[in-house]
Every structure is written in structure tokens, then in C-alpha cells.
């Protein structure tokens, strides 16, 4: 009976400290709210982070410490400046000196020499030595030596890189996935490879060939895991292609926005409307600005001057009475979503930001500022 109540708590423990928060300040002070909009950790801080990692930076008096999602502070705020936690390892200055941290809040000393600190993102950090950057894991293991003139982000376990102003692909393991013969080369949500090879634009497949889409002088990344749709540019105008580079509804669109939901926002003589993948215009061109839908199947729209929320239908679900641009405060800024995440979109109603659900009622207060959901 002890131990089941002891794996039962030891439960309830883990769904707690997974959920996600937000930050909210009001009165020039910081704290975090839940998502049924209860203040969870109050509003005391002079500045905060976002949560990740289950840790989010607070600054107390001026200098940043780490809570966790109790808001217990589990590293003392000591450091002048700070970054986000990631893969268990945060960078963190003091007396104008980077270094690494773990969650005990003890500096990492073993990591190889670098001339830059980078963040570690999903267990890899760069390092760069005498203008070559190369990579880590968060042993400090050296998986690939600085070797390249510029590496960026991993993003779906490819990483961009520069040599001889040209670019490819690196896998984590250090390895050349895509050679660096590209001007330039961009990996989509469903991992389908966007390169531009001169004035060619085209698609690499998995056998790593590049296969030209006809015409093309643009293309957008494909957005979200399971697109099968993307838009791209011809002759000055926007239409849409498949995963395999077909023309799938051609280029008459002064403007176009990514495909969710079966539906992907497009401008014509002025106005914004909907086309489904066929390029059936669903929602007629009416409004002034438009977005992509969420998964939870409601787009932002803008009548006038203010946002509101339409369903797959056209029907305005939501009234158009806010803003939805992205909020910008602190040293951590928020991502750029626009829209509802998960059954919450974070809004902007008369100078005060929040969140509404999808049936328009607010969640909780209003705050003067307000960022997305993390854990």
C-alpha cells in the first residue's frame, strides 16, 4: 500500500512539474500563470524567462537566478546576465565571464576551449576556434571539430553549414548528409529539403538528388509535420507544390500563407481569402490580413484594424477585437506564433495582453504583458 502511494505521488509530482506556464507582468513585476489562468508563481520578479527545460530565469535586485515550475529558486540569483536552459545546461556571465552551469547551478569546466560560448540546443553546442566552428555533446565530447566557416541551428537533426560561400547539411554524428554546393538550402517542419542551386530552385529528396521545380524563384518551407503542400513563387505569383516539386495549384496569388488544416490563406485583388488543396477558393478574399490555422482548426483574420478568429467555414467564431502581434519584453522574448496553440490564443485587448479559448472567453486576467505557454 506504502509504494502505490508513493508511485502515486511520485505522478502526481511529474504531471505538476510538466506543465506548462507563462509569463505575465504587471506593474513593471514578473510571474507565471497555468493555463486555467491561476497565478502559479506570483508576480514579485523584476524580470523573468520564459520556462525550458523546467527552469526559467528571475532576476531579483538585479541579478538572475533559476526557479522551477513550483517556483522554488533552485539556483541562487548571483550572475549578471543569463540564457535559457537547455539539454540540463545553461550558459551564465558573471564579472563579464561566460561559462557554462549545470541544474545544481555549478559550473561545467571540462568542456574544450572555444573563442564563443553557444547555447546547447538538443544536446549539441558549438564551438569555435580560430574562425572554424565545429560541435560538442553535453559530455564534451568533441563530435565534430571546428572545421566550417558557419553552422547554424539543428533543426529535425540537420544542421545548415558554410564552406566556400556554399551551403549543406551536417548530420549530429559530425557527417556531410548534404554536400555544401548550394546557395542556399532550408529544411521544412516534415524534414523535406527546400535548395536554391544559382536561379534553380528545387527539392532534394532521400536519395539526395536535387530535382528542379519548374519555374520556380521562391520556395516556403512546408509547414508543419504531415504538409504535404507548400507555396512557392513563378513568374510573380504565388501557387503550391507537393513534396515532390509538382504543381499542384499554379501561381495566380499576389500573396499566399502556409497549408493547415486542408486550408492555406491567399491575397487576390486586395484581399485575403482561403483555398483548399485543390485551389477551390473555400473563404472568399475579404479580409485585410489572414493567417494560417491552428491545429485547433480556428484562423486569425483581420476586418479592420482588429483580429478575430474564423472556423473552417468562413464563420467568425470570435469577434474581431484584438491584436495578436507578438509581445516583446526582457531579456527572453516569446516565439512568433500567431493564433491558438493547444486551446489558447494569446491576445491583446485594450493595451492589456491574455488569453482567450476557442470560445472567446478570457482565461483568467488581463496583464500588461503576457508570453506563450512553456515548460
Known amino acids: 500500500m506504502k509504494t502505490t502511494l508513493i508511485f502515486i505521488l511520485s505522478l502526481l509530482m511529474g504531471i505538476a512539474s510538466a506543465q506548462e506556464l507563462a509569463v505575465v507582468g504587471k506593474d513593471k513585476k514578473f510571474g507565471f500563470i497555468d493555463k486555467s489562468g491561476k497565478i502559479i508563481i506570483p508576480i514579485e520578479y523584476k524580470q523573468a524567462g520564459n520556462f525550458s527545460d523546467g527552469m526559467a530565469a528571475v532576476n531579483v535586485d538585479g541579478k538572475w537566478g533559476y526557479i522551477n515550475s513550483s517556483g522554488k529558486m533552485v539556483i541562487d540569483p548571483k550572475f549578471d546576465r543569463v540564457k535559457a536552459f537547455n539539454s540540463g545546461i545553461a550558459l551564465v556571465e558573471s564579472n563579464k565571464n561566460w561559462m557554462y552551469i549545470d541544474k545544481t547551478g555549478n559550473e561545467i569546466t571540462h568542456f574544450p576551449a572555444s573563442d564563443k560560448k553557444y547555447d546547447f540546443e538538443d544536446g549539441i553546442a558549438f564551438i569555435r576556434q580560430t574562425e572554424k566552428v565545429g ?109 515532390k516539386g509538382n504543381w499542384v495549384i499554379e501561381p495566380k496569388f499576389d500573396k499566399a500563407r502556409a497549408f493547415n488544416q486542408g486550408l492555406a490563406p491567399v491575397y487576390v485583388d486586395k484581399k485575403w481569402g482561403f483555398v483548399d488543396g485543390a485551389g477551390n477558393m473555400v473563404i472568399q478574399p475579404q479580409f485585410k490580413d489572414a493567417e494560417t490555422f491552428s491545429d485547433d482548426g480556428l484562423a486569425p483574420v483581420k476586418k479592420d484594424k482588429l483580429w478575430g478568429f474564423i472556423d473552417k467555414t468562413g464563420n467568425m467564431v470570435i469577434s474581431d477585437q484584438y491584436d495578436i502581434s507578438v509581445a516583446m519584453f526582457g531579456m527572453f522574448q516569446g516565439g512568433d506564433e500567431k493564433g491558438f496553440i493547444n486551446g489558447l490564443a494569446r491576445v491583446k485587448y485594450k493595451k492589456q495582453w491574455g488569453f482567450i479559448d476557442k470560445s472567446g472567453q478570457v482565461v483568467g486576467e488581463w496583464f500588461d504583458n503576457a508570453e506563450n505557454f512553456s515548460k
Do not use: C, H
Not at 540537420?158 to 548530420?171: D, H, R, V
Not at 554536400?179 to 517542419?189: K, R, T
Not at 530535382?211 to 513563387?233: D, H, L, M, P, R
Open 135 to 243: 560541435f560538442m555533446d553535453t559530455k564534451g565530447n568533441v563530435i565534430l571539430e571546428p572545421t566550417y566557416k558557419d553552422i547554424k541551428s539543428f533543426y529535425q537533426g540537420w544542421a545548415k553549414f558554410s564552406e566556400n560561400e556554399k551551403w549543406g547539411l551536417l548530420s549530429k554524428d559530425g557527417k556531410v548528409f548534404i554536400p555544401a554546393e548550394y546557395d542556399e538550402i532550408n529544411v521544412s517542419d516534415n524534414k523535406i529539403i527546400i535548395a536554391r542551386k544559382g536561379t534553380e530552385w528545387g527539392l532534394i529528396g532521400t536519395d539526395k538528388t536535387f530535382k528542379k521545380v519548374e519555374g520556380a524563384t521562391k520556395i516556403w518551407q512546408f509547414y508543419g509535420n504531415n504538409s504535404t503542400i507548400t507555396y512557392a513563387k513563378k513568374d510573380e505569383k504565388l501557387g503550391f507544390i507537393d513534396t
